[in-house]
């Protein structure tokens, strides 16, 4: 028997509040054939975690602890006999955790998980090299969520986008889109990439590789990227309008600004038609008539609400371009693990500049 101690971060409902529970695990027993343990060094925050606890009745099947989060970093520490030897002890590795109010997330010591089904998982290369100021394990956990929804938007909509088009990102600074225009400068090579943004970060994201950026906070957006639209961008309409911050102020003039749908353009909402409250819930009114809007037929644009799939590709993709130095995840503020209250208060301020990774088990 090789018994360690388990904590988690964890909430029962939205009326109690995220504690540290500690629990005793049988390491040589707790998983299956199928199954590895990974011991997490660090793993991130993002707003789906805060609003899932919001949103989290109290109803009497729900009592059970659920678990915070979904990105994680960590090592190998069992593998089960059944599992593809790809995957051994000691390896370390980087991933994202899909669970729905699961009695796991990764906030927490260890996560056991079949990498089969939990797909979205691959092994960290040397990361020193490209950002010395972080370990390895923080620098990972900081990137799985963001960036498998921005490759999400970028390749699965059979969009084939390239040096002639042109994205229009509603939410530059977020830390999807800092990935979203990664992806699309270095791998895609698009020749144009406009983010609005707050006047505040144009510098943050003019770094990151925006080719324009529109302040969002100096006069209505449909006219400041109008201006935009006649003037730079010689009235070519964009392939693709990525919102990540919840918002529609483009619908009622959308054929100005969007190529028509017989060229397979597309509006991508990840938010829905307004700004996502992180105290709050992520199922609103908004979400409602984003639903409506992706099942109406009759639109005469291509508008879906993504929601992120489990796949191993964006996995590799993120693991290459970190590799490569071509993607460097951006970490807003890294905490102690028994600091989770004031890393969960950074995210809901929704000033962030980047990722709010927590430290598990050492990391830098
Ligand atoms: N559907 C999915 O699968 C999926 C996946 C991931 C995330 N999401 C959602 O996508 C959103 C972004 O997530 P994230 O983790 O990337 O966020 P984040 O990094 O925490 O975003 C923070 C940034 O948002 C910007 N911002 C705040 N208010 C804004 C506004 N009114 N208009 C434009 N920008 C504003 C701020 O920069 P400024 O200085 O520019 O204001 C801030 O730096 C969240 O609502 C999240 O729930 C959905």
Redesign the pocket.
């Known amino acids: 028997m090789s018994n360690v101690v388990n904590r988690a971060i964890s909430f029962i409902n939205s009326r109690t509040p995220a504690t540290i529970t500690s629990k005793k695990i049988d390491l040589d027993h707790c998983f299956k054939d199928t199954e590895i343990v990974v011991k997490i060094h660090a793993a991130s925050l ?3 975690d805060l ?1 899932v606890h919001n949103f989290s009745w109290r109803l009497p099947f729900n009592s059970h602890p659920k678990t915070f989060s979904r990105d994680y970093a960590g090592v190998i520490v069992k593998v089960g006999s059944k599992v593809d030897s790809k995957w051994k002890v000691d390896d370390r590795v980087v991933g994202c955790f899909f669970h729905v109010y699961g009695e796991q997330g990764t906030l927490s010591d260890y996560l056991i998980l079949n990498p089969n089904e939990q797909k979205a998982i691959a092994h960290i290369h040397d990361t020193t090299k490209q950002d010395p100021k972080y370990d390895p394990f923080i620098l990972n956990a900081s990137w799985p ?2 960036f ?2 921005a490759y ?1 938007a970028l390749f699965d909509y059979n969009q084939r986008l390239g040096p002639d088009s042109k994205i229009l990102v ?9 990935a979203l225009v990664h992806i699309a400068k270095k791998t895609l090579n698009v020749g144009t990439v406009v983010g ?3 006047s ?2 144009f510098e ?2 003019r770094a990151a590789g925006f080719d324009h950026l529109v302040p ?2 100096q006069g209505p957006i449909t006219e400041e990227v109008g201006k935009l639209l006649v003037g730079n961008l010689k009235n070519e309409k964009f392939d693709l309008i990525f919102d ?4 529609k102020d483009f619908f009622p003039v959308i054929e100005k600004f969007l190529k028509p749908k017989s060229e397979n353009s597309y509006y991508i ?3 829905g038609d307004n ?2 409250n ?1 105290n709050g819930h ?1 199922f609103g009114a908004t979400s409602i008539r984003s639903l409506l809007r992706s099942a109406n037929p009759f639109k005469g644009y291509n508008y879906s ?4 799939p489990c796949k191993q590709e964006y996995m590799d993709l993120g693991v290459k371009l970190i590799t490569e130095g071509k993607y460097a995840p951006k970490i ?1 503020s890294v905490y102690d693990f028994n600091d989770y209250q004031k890393a969960m208060d950074r ?1 809901k301020s ?7 990774v927590m430290k598990i088990n050492g990391g830098r």
């Open positions: 993002n707003p789906i609003m969520l963001v498998g929804t999400t509603i939410g530059a600074s977020t830390s999807v889109s800092y609005i943004c707050s505040q970060s943050y994201n969002y906070d990540s911050v919840g918002n909402s990840i938010a700004k996502l992180f992520p609400l993504e929601v992120l807003d995210l929704n000033r962030a500049k980047g990722k709010v």
